[in-house]
């Protein structure tokens, strides 16, 4: 029972360790982490490199791999960029197993007694350590666990019944490969597992062929951890995990294949170990090593096909296209000038949706997707433009343009905010329909719709041509409608014996809405004014506030 207390203790220990490293390690580079994955460019070795560091940072190519997918379904990272950057973090993951081939209680002890003194009397330079303290505790913990583990488990090998076991599977290969496979199904970790292995194969509970095979098991359970996982994306959003499976499956094939040409006496992996390490769990962990790399090298030349193939696993759906930007590339970064008329024209056909938002509502037009999903995709839209001129802030554009991201960050930001209350509007529309045309509210609502339609049909003009008769129609369309929407509120307010529940309400919410769109389009106007006398700075741009309630300019 001690024994069994032991192991089960020493494990959970273990547990807490992975979780409280892989936490610590993440919350130092959070806020980096896609950063460092977005600036992966300029060919794969760059790539390869990031994601040896996030492998390495994170201790998880699952985590790796969701934020490779996150900023590829965004457009910040292609896909022939992002497969590199997969393939090589399996091989940071690989630091962890190296360290836990080694016995390291002193330096635990060691570890702990600096963790605790530095957290108790506040030694963490004003929290900015805490992610690295915590990184530390969860690595003490998880050397603390495995040093259990050993203990409890020590005192199992001499025992009758475990000697019978261990003589009855005598070199069986399968079960351990297939105990590798579920246990990281489950742990959604191969380096966690194969630590466990290592721990096990050092107490004599496991030979090296089938401490092996507890690696490539685990490998594979890896790859469908990951299938698994993903299995709510769709199109382009699941490639990147199909190759992470691909990639686990093909070094699993690989490794077996070298395995079984081993067993015929070509030395091979194995031998290689034994060359690297003497002792067997540090066999183990070069074994761990030398899997990862391997695998990233054979496959290093078979990216076109690769990305051939998940695209036909997964091709990207005709909503995901909404999502794309249509003029940005990362090439026209190194040329100012071109790269702010291609946001321009982006930010243009971003105001061309704006009034599909509301046409099929006010008469009946097909639409091309449904309302939440052209949202969706055009905040995608935005956010790829935002990091396309942050990314040109970096590359030193020069004074004159410099002046002009600056103008086309605040456009940016206005064409979020106005999509935004243009959907709510449109939401706030549809409840009218609901409640019938007899409805006071519903006259009012329907012709602030049309007026609504028609300025952004007019911002899409100006958008696209840049005239400076289409900005000053705008501008006089775009005029204060205040005082006209406060004498619609009395004037529906009047009716409150023939409304139904809730009029007052929705009344009052779509007007400050439609207030707040117009005063939208207007500072859009503004800012695409080329003439300095008509700049936004002249009408009080940083003093102005929006009408209606305090609105954020910043999509949530």
Known sequence: MDSLAGIFGGLGLFFLGVKGVGAGLQAMGGRRMRALMAHATRGAPRAALMGLLLGALTQSSNAVTFIATSLHTVGLLPLARALPALAWCNAGTAGLVLLATIDLRLAVLWLFGAVGFATYFGLDAG????????????????????????????????????????????????????????????AQSSSTVTILAITLAG??????????MVVYGASLGSGLSVLL?????????????????????????????????????VPLVLAATGRLATALPERIGWLFLLF?????????????????????????????????????YDQALDHAPTALELVEREQAALAARLPGLLAPLLEPVPEEAPRAQRLAAAASVEQAV??????LLTRDPGPDSLLQVVALESRNDLLAALRETVGEFATALEETRARGAA????????????????????????????????????????????????????????????????GHELLFRATALFERAVWLIRRQALLMEPSPAESPQREGWGAERPPGPAFSLHPS
Do not use: C
Not at 203 to 212: H, M, N, P, R, S
Not at 249 to 265: D, N
Not at 294 to 308: C, I, K, R, S, Y
Not at 310 to 318: I, M, Q, T
């Open 127 to 186: 929290g900015r350590l805490k992610p690295v303290l915590g990184a530390l505790a969860g690595l003490g913990l998880l050397f603390l666990g495995l040093a259990t583990v050993k203990a409890g488990a020590a005192p199992m090998r001499d025992l009758p019944a475990v000697r019978d076991l261990l003589a009855a599977a005598g070199g069986a290969l399968l079960p351990p490969f297939l105990i590798g496979t579920l246990v990281t199904v489950v």
């Open 203 to 212: 107490l004599g509970l496991l030979g090296l062929e089938q401490t092996a």
């Open 229 to 265: 996982l993903s299995g709510n994306l769709r199109g382009s959003a699941r490639q990147l995990a199909l190759y992470q499976m691909l990639f686990k499956a093909a070094g699993t094939l690989l490794f077996l294949l070298l395995f079984w040409v081993e067993q015929q006496g």
């Open 292 to 328: 990862q790399l391997v695998t990233a090298l054979a496959l290093a030349p078979l990216g076109g096909p690769a990305m051939a193939l998940l695209r036909r696993l997964s091709p990207p759906g005709a909503a995901e296209a909404l999502g794309r930007p249509r003029f940005l």
């Open 386 to 391: 935002r990091h396309f001129l942050a990314e």
């Open 439 to 502: 409805d006071p509210v519903a006259g009012p609502l329907r012709a602030m719709a049309e007026a609504l339609h028609l300025l952004l049909q007019q911002l899409d003009e100006a958008s696209g041509r840049r005239e400076a008769e289409d900005l000053a129609l705008l501008r006089a369309l775009s005029a204060d409608r205040s005082e006209m929407m406060d004498r619609l509120r009395r004037r529906v307010a009047r009716m409150e014996g023939a409304m139904a529940p809730g």
